[in-house]
């Protein structure tokens, strides 16, 4: 019964709430206007051909597509803004930068990326040769047996040292919310879960990936029934990781898509070259505040300021101007 | 000057994380800025709702359906800027901006983390437009929209001055000043709004410019200026003011036309025009109409900084001028560089067109043949920075310049936040130092270019009321000039912003550096010779503040 429920039921469940919230969230995030083009520019910009610009510059100040394309890049593979991060410290001389949370940041992220590719072995058949390649060498094959998986530890480690930062330094625990420990708890729970099960008390993977196989072709009543044959120590890991996916998208975890729409970094500082049109102001020849804007049901309306109105207001002092010529000489003393 | 304290404290308090949900009980007294009365919000020329109600933070006199109004613009706002609804989702609080921003550093105060500040709204955010905020309440980091919260909410939107440093440093890009400029935007919508800046925008809705200065009192301003170089040149200087027909419309932050320093920076841009006339024809023209480099808009609301920003374009096209420059100053770029085009329809006359189509400087002067535009810039914007531009001429040799007239001087250079980190302008300024000046050094590189620390009197931030916010504030700034102050010997700060150089004098008094403050472009007026009007490099006896140059008597 068990197997059922989490290895067939909720499973379902998890992925369609992953699915149609991740959906929902882009489509979401996509839906709300960009108003204004607004890079933040850590370097120098695009000028004149005189004044010289780094490699640096055009990335963290991108002028062309491409250039904003490698921001980027740069960002979700480098976490190159995090590697700026420097402490204050008063006492500039004396003390050294480290990038503690950057370091953290990378070990976490990217053990996550060798254990999903390492983990696509359930779900692909035949397993592709590189995921086989890239688990043989992270596990110095041969060294161990049986073969310890660097990625799975580190994974562990990361989220660790992630979560320690959190309850020891005092800036970081004091705006921690409960949800920062708990999305770091969840995913403690399943990676050393994950390991628990790899070196410990194993389950049988032929059979987990019979019904991986089963499942994702919705051959519902096969999977049911080898659901059934799978130890119990497996569910603890499937259904962690079953919830982990139906909380994602309702999560801060959705920073992970988050990144690829924030307008501070995917957009290129080219301002001056190409103009943006704001699509709920997009003819703007009369500032909304002089067409007026309703709140409450009444509508407040400011006078504009164009010229007329300017030169019948002060039509004296425009006129002393005029009758220089529009031009200022010093007093004759 | 208002009373600044005389020794201030940084107090470090790190909360638990239910104490960072609650309001805070009492806002500070130097740390919280007046409310707007009926005369700034309540004008004919600048009407926001509910202004016509004199209000103080004891009592908000909020409208009835306030909580109604707030969560309406809420939502409103959430659809019309997808970087203020992306940025209540995504941020993971992992502390990289906490540190970088100079009010946190200054006050201690958690709330001021950017991050921290971001969570004020945020929380409000999860209570009403999200379901796990509906459902676990506080343990999902949400909470009730009080008025004490709204108290809140206000007393540190103004404590930001949208310097964009945290969003600099954030894995995401989240952009503090994005958060806090809309939410400003959601209060100003029951009626809160902050007084200093509401002063100086309603000001300039109504006249053009935020000192409120007529179109007389901004000739006599600049023809006084005539006068005084007329002193230290010998020369009979002009220039010209809502001249139609000019070549180039020039437009200046007004704090240019009365304070100092900016005062030595507008002769300089004097000097520099009548070269450039005389030698090559080149004219150049002020606006009593666009009398406004600068935009407190931009520390508003979207709308305010279009009311503001939408006459120049306007003026440029009245006066059939074919671009404009803009003067020194440092939220004005942001708003002229990322704003403007989008806030407004780019002129429409045809010298503009045509200039556009081949924006050589030689089409409106032979003389300045080569100096081109194309390279970044198009007749969809069509602004250049003066030091961009006079970077330029400085290039193509089209001016001359003796350096040893600065010799007196040993500068720093402090890059204005939203020029180096919402423009992107951190070279031209350097190479014009270097080619006008012999000693110029830069302060540590933690603090300067895009990581550059704010003024703290940015954002709207300059009201008098809030004196010790800004001297705290200044203080990671103030710590690296009086490192190249004791390294090197500086004697001046130089910076391209008219808010730098109305805090900086008073900052530097404080944290005790005694050294002067000015702007680059009065050092280049110090070494501009004025070849077209017959002067030789040694003819000039003093600089632009009437000091005697050269001789001996040089620093120490």
Redesign the interface.
């Known amino acids: 019964m068990i197997g059922v429920i989490f290895g067939v039921i909720v499973p379902y469940i998890a992925v369609a709430i992953f699915v149609a919230g991740v959906v929902y ?1 882009f489509v ?11 890079p ?13 610009r780094t490699i640096y ?1 055009r990335f ?2 991108p ?1 062309t597509w491409w250039e904003t394309v490698g921001r980027m890049i740069l ?1 979700i593979f480098m ?1 190159r ?2 590697l ?5 410290y ?1 006492d ?1 001389a004396s003390q050294k930068d480290a990038r503690w ?1 950057w370091l953290f ?1 990378i070990l976490f992220h990217y053990s996550l990326l060798l254990v999903l590719i390492r983990h696509s072995r359930f779900f692909l058949q035949p397993v592709p040769e590189f995921v086989e390649m890239l688990s043989e060498i992270e596990a110095f094959k041969g060294v161990f047996i049986p073969s310890v998986y660097i990625s799975g530890l580190a994974i562990v480690a990361g989220l660790f040292l992630l979560w320690l ?1 959190r309850i020891f ?12 420990h708990f999305a770091l708890i969840l995913l403690l729970a399943i990676t050393i879960s994950g390991n628990i099960m790899r070196y410990f008390f194993k389950a049988d993977l032929a059979a987990v990936k019979e019904l991986l196989m089963n499942l994702m072709v919705f051959n519902v009543g096969k999977a049911a029934a080898i659901a059934d044959s799978i130890e119990p120590i497996f569910y603890i890991h499937f259904a962690l990781a079953s919830f982990l996916l139906a909380y994602f998208p ?3 975890l ?2 992970a898509g ?2 690829l ?5 995917n957009m290129p ?10 699509p ?2 997009s ?3 009369v ?4 067409k007026g ?1 309703t ?2 049901g ?1 509508t ?4 504009k ?3 007329d109105t ?1 030169y019948s207001m ?1 039509t004296d ?2 006129d ?3 009758e220089s010529d ?6 004759e ?1 | 000057m208002e009373e600044m304290p005389e020794k201030i404290e940084i107090r470090q308090r790190f909360p638990e994380w239910r104490e960072m949900l609650k309001p805070v009980k009492e806002l500070e007294e130097g740390r919280t800025s007046y409310l707007s009365t009926p005369k700034q919000v309540d004008s004919e020329f600048f009407k926001m709702p509910f202004g016509d109600v004199e209000r103080d933070l004891h009592d908000l006199k909020l409208p009835e359906n306030w909580k109604e109004l707030f969560l309406e613009a809420m939502k409103d706002t959430l659809e019309k800027n997808r970087a203020f609804k992306l940025f209540m989702d995504i941020c993971v609080r992992c502390g990289a901006c906490a540190d970088k921003c100079h009010y946190y550093i200054g006050t201690g105060d958690p709330k001021n983390m950017p991050v921290g500040r971001a969570e004020l709204i945020r929380s409000v955010y999860r209570r009403y437009f999200t379901p796990s905020g509906k459902i676990f309440g506080e343990w999902a980091g949400a909470r009730e929209l009080t008025e004490d919260v709204v108290k809140e909410l206000y007393y540190y939107a103004y404590q930001c001055s949208l310097c964009r440093r945290c969003s600099l440093f954030c894995p995401y890009g989240i952009d503090t000043a994005e958060i806090v400029w809309w939410l400003r935007r959601i209060l100003s919508r029951i009626g809160l709004n902050q007084r200093f800046m509401t002063i100086s925008i309603e000001a300039s809705a109504r006249t053009g410019n935020h000192l409120g200065l007529l179109p007389g009192g901004m000739v006599g301003a600049i023809q006084q200026g005539l006068e005084e170089l007329k002193d230290v040149t010998g020369f009979d200087l002009h220039t010209y003011i809502n001249k139609k027909g000019a070549d180039v419309l020039f437009v200046a932050p007004s704090a240019d036309y009365f304070a100092t320093p900016h005062w030595f920076v507008m002769l300089g841009y004097l000097l520099l025009f009548n070269e450039l006339e005389e030698k090559y024809g080149l004219t150049i023209t002020w606006s009593t109409y666009a009398s406004e480099g600068g935009n407190f808009g931009t520390f508003h609301s979207y709308e305010a900084a279009q009311l503001l920003n939408s006459k120049i374009y306007k003026e440029a096209e009245r006066l059939g001028v074919s671009f404009i420059i803009g003067g020194e100053c440092g939220h004005m770029w942001r708003d002229k560089h990322q704003f403007i085009n989008t806030m407004n329809n780019p002129p429409k006359n045809e010298e503009w067109k045509k200039f556009w189509e081949n924006p050589d400087l030689g089409e409106l002067a032979e003389g300045l043949r080569g100096i081109r535009f194309d390279s970044y810039a198009s007749g969809e914007h069509g602004w250049i920075h003066i030091l961009e531009f006079t970077a330029a001429l400085i290039e193509h040799n089209k001016i001359t310049i003796d350096k040893s007239r600065n010799d007196h001087w040993t500068a720093t250079y402090h890059d204005p936040c939203n020029v180096a980190r919402g423009m992107g302008m951190v070279e031209e300024p350097r190479y014009v130092l270097r080619n006008v000046m012999n000693k110029f050094y830069d302060m540590p590189e933690h603090t300067i270019k895009d990581k550059t620390y704010c003024c703290g009197a940015g954002g709207g931030m300059l009201a008098d009321e809030i004196m010790d916010l800004r001297m705290r504030g200044v203080m990671p700034r103030m710590m690296a000039v009086r490192h190249v102050y004791k390294k090197y010997g500086v004697n001046i700060l130089l910076t391209p912003c008219a808010i730098d150089k109305a805090q900086f004098p008073h900052a530097l008094e404080y944290w005790k550096i005694p050294i002067e403050v000015g702007g680059p472009m009065e050092m280049v007026g110090n070494a501009l010779v004025l070849t077209a009007f017959g002067e030789k490099p040694e003819d000039r006896q003093y600089d632009l503040r009437g000091e005697p140059l050269g001789g001996e008597e040089d620093v120490q």
């Open positions: 969230r979401n995030w996509a839906n709300s206007a960009v108003p204004l083009k607004i933040t520019t850590g370097g120098q910009q695009k000028s004149f051909p005189f004044i010289k510059d963290d100040s002028y960002e976490f803004s995090l700026k991060n420097t402490r204050y008063l500039r949370l940041a930062r330094l005092s800036r970081e625990r004091t705006l921690s919310l409960p949800s920062d309702f999560s801060k959705m920073h988050g990144v729409f924030t307008p501070t970094r500082n080219d301002n001056r070259a190409k103009r943006h049109i704001n709920w102001d003819d703007p020849s500032p909304i505040l002089t804007i709140v409450s009444m407040f309306t400011s006078k300021l164009d010229w300017y002060y002092q425009l002393e101007i005029a529009y031009k200022i000489v010093p007093e003393l």
